[in-house]
């Protein structure tokens, strides 16, 4: 399954400023393991049927724009904030992981989302918002901002129904990350493809599910149990693109 189509090969784990990094542009260039990618992502989709698909920067929303593609949800993106304008946007607050020696935290950082894009029907006097959301990152740490944007979401009645990355730490650096367990207590479903633990990738939670055909010269993906074929684009970048 996982070990046949071998991601730790297109996967650079590597650290920038003294925190994780997770560049996913090997991914990006190949389309096979590319489609690959994102059908097995597919299946928490299907698990959990979120009414919204939201990215989180910085990999997220590529991720997330080409899990809609694949399942017909709504995508979201949250972007990185340059302003606080909560009349247009909601506003989430996060503070970084650690960085290098320091043993206290940096200040916080801001997300936003259009509070349009939350709407069923976007760009009308109708407000009803979507009810349930899945979240999307490349990488899972310490899961602050994850919590902090399924926070933002709860408090105009979007449900956070789950968390989905590509890897997901456990430790760096010698120190536990307890994204997963900090997710997991607000009832938030996450799924990882791989695990990194140790100096070592493992495969995660969506290593169970049947192996997709791929026809790598036109940019197709025949699921094995659906028996359907999912065309993909190719103009993406996964270093927070979009």
């Known amino acids: 399954m996982l070990d046949d189509i071998n991601f730790e090969k297109y996967i650079r784990l590597t650290s920038r400023d003294g925190k994780p990094y997770l560049d996913l542009d090997l991914i990006a260039a190949d389309p096979g393991p590319r489609q690959m990618l994102i059908y097995y992502l597919g299946f928490h989709t299907k698990d959990l049927d979120p009414e919204i698909i939201l990215g ?31 009349s247009e946007y909601l506003t989430i607050l996060y503070r970084e992981s650690e960085s290098g020696e320091e ?5 916080k950082r801001h997300l936003q989302i259009r509070r349009e894009a939350l709407k069923k029907t976007i760009n009308s006097n109708d407000g009803t918002l979507f009810r349930t959301a ?14 902090e944007t399924a926070k933002k979401l709860k408090e105009v009645g ?22 997963r367990e900090i997710l997991e207590e ?3 479903n996450v799924k990882s493809i791989l695990v990194y633990e140790n100096g070592k990738y493992r495969t995660g939670d969506e290593s169970k599910h049947s192996q997709p055909i791929v026809d790598e010269k036109r940019g197709i993906i025949i699921a094995a149990k659906e028996k359907r074929k999912v065309v993909f684009e190719d103009d993406y970048s996964l270093d927070g693109g979009m």
């Open 56 to 86: 989180l920067p910085n990999t997220g929303p590529a991720l997330a724009k080409m899990m809609a593609q694949f399942s017909g949800k709504r995508y979201v993106r949250a972007r990185k904030g340059k302003r606080f304008d909560e």
């Open 103 to 107: 043993s206290e935290r940096k200040g």
């Open 134 to 147: 899945l979240l999307v990152d490349g990488l899972l740490e310490d899961g602050d901002k994850a919590l």
């Open 158 to 179: 979007i449900r956070t129904v789950g968390f989905s990355c590509v890897v997901e730490l456990r430790e760096w650096d010698g120190k536990p990350r307890r994204g």
């Open 186 to 188: 607000e009832r938030i």
